[in-house]
Protein backbone atom coordinates (compact mmCIF):
# COMPACT_ATOMS: atom_id res chain seq x y z
CA UNK A 1 0.00 0.00 0.00
CA UNK A 2 1.33 3.47 -0.94
CA UNK A 3 1.78 6.03 1.71
CA UNK A 4 -1.25 8.28 0.68
CA UNK A 5 -3.41 5.14 0.94
CA UNK A 6 -2.50 4.16 4.38
CA UNK A 7 -2.80 7.97 5.15
CA UNK A 8 -6.29 7.79 3.92
CA UNK A 9 -7.04 4.82 5.98
CA UNK A 10 -5.90 5.68 9.16
CA UNK A 11 -7.56 8.98 8.60
CA UNK A 12 -10.80 6.81 8.15
CA UNK A 13 -10.76 4.61 10.60
CA UNK A 14 -9.60 7.43 13.58
CA UNK A 15 -13.06 9.67 11.98
CA UNK A 16 -15.12 6.42 12.16
CA UNK A 17 -13.96 6.09 16.12
CA UNK A 18 -14.33 9.60 16.71
CA UNK A 19 -17.92 9.79 15.18
CA UNK A 20 -18.55 6.66 17.42
CA UNK A 21 -17.77 8.42 20.36
CA UNK A 22 -19.72 11.90 19.40
CA UNK A 23 -22.58 9.76 18.50
CA UNK A 24 -22.01 8.11 21.67
CA UNK A 25 -22.46 11.54 23.30
CA UNK A 26 -25.72 12.43 21.68
CA UNK A 27 -24.47 14.29 18.21
CA UNK A 28 -26.34 13.15 15.48
CA UNK A 29 -25.85 14.24 11.41
CA UNK A 30 -28.12 17.18 12.92
CA UNK A 31 -25.87 18.13 15.39
CA UNK A 32 -23.75 21.58 14.28
CA UNK A 33 -19.74 20.64 14.56
CA UNK A 34 -17.37 23.72 14.38
CA UNK A 35 -14.06 21.38 13.04
CA UNK A 36 -10.21 22.68 13.95
CA UNK A 37 -7.32 21.50 11.05
CA UNK A 38 -3.95 21.18 10.88
CA UNK A 39 -1.82 20.56 8.33
CA UNK A 40 2.08 20.54 8.66
CA UNK A 41 3.69 22.04 5.45
CA UNK A 42 7.47 22.49 4.11
CA UNK A 43 8.07 25.93 2.54
CA UNK A 44 5.83 29.10 3.19
CA UNK A 45 5.10 28.95 -0.73
CA UNK A 46 3.33 25.73 -0.50
CA UNK A 47 1.91 27.24 3.16
CA UNK A 48 0.71 30.07 0.92
CA UNK A 49 -0.60 28.06 -1.94
CA UNK A 50 -2.57 25.70 1.05
CA UNK A 51 -4.13 28.53 2.62
CA UNK A 52 -5.64 30.37 -0.75
CA UNK A 53 -7.03 26.92 -1.42
CA UNK A 54 -8.43 26.70 2.05
CA UNK A 55 -9.48 30.38 2.48
CA UNK A 56 -12.14 29.04 -0.47
CA UNK A 57 -13.50 26.55 2.05
CA UNK A 58 -12.90 27.17 5.58
CA UNK A 59 -14.09 30.30 7.77
CA UNK A 60 -10.58 30.66 9.20
CA UNK A 61 -7.09 30.15 8.56
CA UNK A 62 -3.82 30.96 10.04
CA UNK A 63 0.11 30.31 9.11
CA UNK A 64 2.92 30.02 11.80
CA UNK A 65 6.39 29.50 11.19
CA UNK A 66 8.76 27.70 14.18
CA UNK A 67 11.71 25.75 13.47
CA UNK A 68 15.22 27.92 13.26
CA UNK A 69 16.27 29.86 10.23
CA UNK A 70 18.04 27.52 8.42
CA UNK A 71 15.15 24.35 8.95
CA UNK A 72 11.67 26.61 9.50
CA UNK A 73 8.74 24.60 10.17
CA UNK A 74 5.59 25.91 9.07
CA UNK A 75 1.65 24.84 10.04
CA UNK A 76 -1.51 26.14 8.82
CA UNK A 77 -4.43 25.68 10.59
CA UNK A 78 -8.49 26.96 10.96
CA UNK A 79 -11.82 26.11 11.29
CA UNK A 80 -14.57 25.31 9.68
CA UNK A 81 -17.79 27.29 12.04
CA UNK A 82 -20.67 24.99 12.74
CA UNK A 83 -21.51 22.54 10.00
CA UNK A 84 -23.72 19.45 10.32
CA UNK A 85 -22.28 15.85 9.32
CA UNK A 86 -23.20 12.41 9.25
CA UNK A 87 -20.52 9.64 10.01
CA UNK A 88 -20.13 9.65 5.73
CA UNK A 89 -20.04 12.97 5.17
CA UNK A 90 -17.42 13.72 8.03
CA UNK A 91 -15.32 10.72 6.73
CA UNK A 92 -15.37 12.78 3.14
CA UNK A 93 -14.95 15.91 4.47
CA UNK A 94 -11.28 14.15 6.00
CA UNK A 95 -10.89 12.29 2.80
CA UNK A 96 -10.80 16.15 0.65
CA UNK A 97 -8.96 17.42 3.33
CA UNK A 98 -6.10 14.72 3.14
CA UNK A 99 -6.37 15.30 -1.13
CA UNK A 100 -6.01 19.26 -0.46
CA UNK A 101 -2.82 18.12 1.85
CA UNK A 102 -1.45 16.03 -1.02
CA UNK A 103 -2.02 18.60 -3.85
CA UNK A 104 -0.23 21.24 -1.55
CA UNK A 105 2.82 18.82 -0.61
CA UNK A 106 1.62 18.99 2.87
CA UNK A 107 0.79 16.54 6.06
CA UNK A 108 -2.90 16.79 6.97
CA UNK A 109 -2.52 16.05 10.74
CA UNK A 110 -6.07 15.80 11.44
CA UNK A 111 -9.23 17.31 12.82
CA UNK A 112 -10.65 18.17 16.16
CA UNK A 113 -13.97 18.99 17.76
CA UNK A 114 -15.88 19.62 20.93
CA UNK A 115 -19.01 18.15 21.79
CA UNK A 116 -21.60 21.02 21.20
CA UNK A 117 -22.68 22.78 24.82
CA UNK A 118 -26.31 21.70 24.71
CA UNK A 119 -25.23 18.01 24.71
CA UNK A 120 -23.15 18.53 27.98
Not at 6 to 25: I, P, Q, V, Y
Not at 52 to 80: I, Q, Y
Not at 102 to 114: N, V
Request: glycine share 8%; net charge negative; with cysteine.
Amino acid sequence: MDPFAKLLASHRSLTEDTWSLLADRGVSDETPLVLDYRYDVKSRRTAEGLIGALVELSDEVNMVRSGSFFKPVFTVSGTFHPRCFDKESLIGWVEMMCLLGRQYDSYFDGFGTAIPDALL
